[in-house]
C-alpha cells in the first residue's frame, strides 16, 4: 500500500484529510515543516501532501528542504485556500505535481492523489526501462559504464570484466530459451558475489562488468571467481541435466583502480587484455592486469633460439597410443583441424561411444567410462585423438581415416573392450560421422 504524508497546522483540517486518504492508503501525519522533515526520514512516504502557509517553514520550504537533502524530485501535492493564480504558478515552478483549493470533496482529494501516484509510477517504469537489462535486471550498457566510470574517477577497488565462457554451445545445443534461463541464472549469480555499495551490469550477450568497491587484495577476486564458476556450473546441470557435457563458466579480466589510472576507457583496455589472457590459457578462471605485464616483461626480455623453444613445446615421454586429452584441449584440436580440413580436405572421422549400465553394476559408470577412454587410448593410433566428452560418453577424432576403414577400427575397440570385467556391466553404443 502507498503512504502519504499528511502536512497541516490545522488540527481539525489535519484530521479530516487524514480520514479520507486513510480508507485507500498508509497514512503519516505531522502539524508542522519542522515535525514533517524528521517524520519523513523514518517513514520514506511515497507522496507528501502539505499545507501551503504554515507557521515556521511553510510548504514551499519544506519542498525544497527535502529534495535538497534527498537528491531527488519528491512527489508533492499543495493544500491552500488561496485563489491567487501566482500562488499555483510559484509552486509547480518548484516542482509541485498539483494543488486542491480547501474545503475540498474527499471523492476529488482521492482522484487527484490517485493521478499523481500512477504518473510517478510510470516516470519510475520509464526510469528503470531506460537504465535497465531486460534479460537480466542488471544495469544495461549505458548506465553502468556511466555508473563505473564515475567510480573509477573517484573510488578505489577492481574493475573486472566478465564472460561466460561456451554460451554459444547453449544456444545451439539447447536453443535460446535455456540460454536465456542461464542468462538470468548467471546475473543472479553475480548480483549475489557483489555487495551493495559494487556495481555490476550486461554490456551483451555473454559479456558483463563489474566495480567492487575497495578491494585490494587477489584472494578476495579469487574467492568470487571459484564462486562464480562452480555455481553456474550447479546451474547448468540442474537445467540441462547431470550429464550436460558444455565447459560453462566464467573468465575475468581485473584491474586495481586508481592503480592503473582512473580513466574508465584505460582500464576497460586493461582489463579487456586480462580477460583475453584467460581466454587462451584454458578459462574459468581471472587475470589482474598487473600479473600480465609482468608476464609480458619477462617475455621480453627472454633470450631463446628455435631449437630451444621447440624442445619446450614437444610432448615428453610420450606414451604409446591416442593422445588423450581433456575436454577442452580436445575442442582446441578439433577446431585446429576444421581449419587444416577446409584448405585440405583430408577425411577424418569422428566417433560418439556412449556407456550405459545393463543392471546391478558393482562399480560406478564414472569407472567404467575411464577404464573404457584407457580401452581407446591403447586400441587407437598415436594420431587419433580422444576425450571424455560426458559423465558416460567418449569422443575420438580419427585424422586420415576413411569411412570404409571405419568397421575395423570399431571392431578392434569393442574386442579390447569386451576383454575387460566391465563390459559385463556396461553396454557401449556408438555414433560415426566425417568432419566437415
Known amino acids: 500500500m502507498k503512504k502519504i504524508m499528511i502536512v497541516d497546522d490545522e488540527k481539525i483540517s489535519l484530521m479530516m484529510t487524514n480520514h479520507i486518504l486513510s480508507s485507500a492508503y498508509d497514512t503519516v501525519c505531522a502539524s508542522s515543516g519542522e515535525e514533517a522533515i524528521e517524520l519523513f526520514k523514518k517513514e520514506m512516504p511515497d507522496m507528501v501532501l502539505s499545507d501551503l502557509r504554515m507557521p515556521g517553514i ?35 515552478e518548484n516542482g509541485a505535481m498539483d494543488f486542491i483549493h480547501k474545503p475540498f470533496r474527499a471523492d476529488i482529494l482521492l482522484k487527484r492523489v490517485g493521478n499523481i501516484l500512477q504518473t510517478v509510477e510510470k ?52 536453443g535460446h530459451g535455456m540460454g536465456d534461463k542461464i542468462l538470468i541464472r548467471f546475473a543472479e549469480i553475480l548480483k549475489a558475489v557483489v555487495r551493495p555499495i559494487d556495481v555490476v551490469g550486461r554490456l551483451g550477450g555473454d559479456e558483463f562488468i563489474a566495480f567492487c568497491q575497495n578491494i585490494h587484495d587477489d584472494v578476495v577476486i579469487e574467492k568470487k571467481s571459484r564462486f562464480i564458476n562452480k555455481y553456474i556450473l550447479d546451474a547448468a546441470k540442474e537445467f540441462m541435466g547431470e550429464d550436460m557435457s558444455i565447459p560453462l563458466g566464467a573468465s575475468i579480466g581485473c584491474v586495481y583502480v586508481p592503480d592503473e589510472g582512473t580513466d574508465f576507457s584505460v582500464l576497460h583496455e586493461k582489463a579487456d587484455k586480462a580477460l583475453y589472457t584467460v581466454k587462451q590459457n584454458g578459462k574459468h578462471g581471472f587475470v589482474f592486469y598487473t600479473d600480465l605485464s609482468e608476464d609480458n616483461s619477462k617475455e621480453e626480455t627472454q633470450n631463446t633460439n628455435l631449437a630451444n623453444a621447440v624442445k619446450i ?22 577446431q585446429m583441424l576444421v581449419r587444416l580440413n577446409s584448405n585440405y580436405q583430408k577425411e577424418i572421422c569422428l566417433l560418439l561411444f556412449s556407456i550405459k549400465e545393463k543392471e546391478h553394476a558393482a562399480i560406478p559408470i564414472e569407472d567404467a ?15 587419433d585423438i580422444v576425450t571424455k566428452n560426458a559423465k558416460n560418453q567418449c569422443m575420438v577424432i580419427l585424422p586420415e581415416t576413411g569411412v570404409s576403414n571405419l568397421s575395423l577400427i570399431i571392431e578392434r575397440i569393442m574386442q579390447n573392450w569386451g576383454e575387460t570385467d566391465s563390459s559385463a556391466m556396461f553396454k557401449v553404443t556408438f555414433e560415426s560421422g566425417k568432419l566437415e
Open 58 to 92: 511553510s510548504g514551499y520550504e519544506l519542498q525544497q528542504s527535502l529534495q535538497k537533502e534527498y537528491n531527488e524530485q519528491i512527489p508533492f501535492m499543495f493544500m491552500t485556500a488561496d485563489t491567487d493564480e501566482e500562488t499555483e504558478s510559484k509552486g509547480f
Open 123 to 174: 516516470i519510475q517504469g520509464l526510469k528503470k526501462a531506460a537504465v535497465m537489462d531486460p534479460m537480466t535486471g542488471l544495469l544495461n550498457k549505458a548506465s553502468v559504464e556511466s555508473e563505473i566510470a564515475d567510480m573509477c574517477r573517484n573510488t578505489q577497488g577492481v574493475l573486472m570484466m566478465i564472460d561466460l565462457d561456451s554460451f554459444k554451445l547453449v544456444n545451439d545445443i539447447y
Open 313 to 334: 613445446l614437444n610432448e615428453r615421454n610420450r606414451p604409446k597410443g591416442a593422445f588423450v586429452l581433456p575436454f577442452e584441449q580436445f575442442r582446441i584440436a578439433y
Open 369 to 383: 567410462v575411464d577404464e573404457f577412454l584407457g580401452v581407446l587410448g591403447s586400441s587407437l593410433r598415436q594420431s
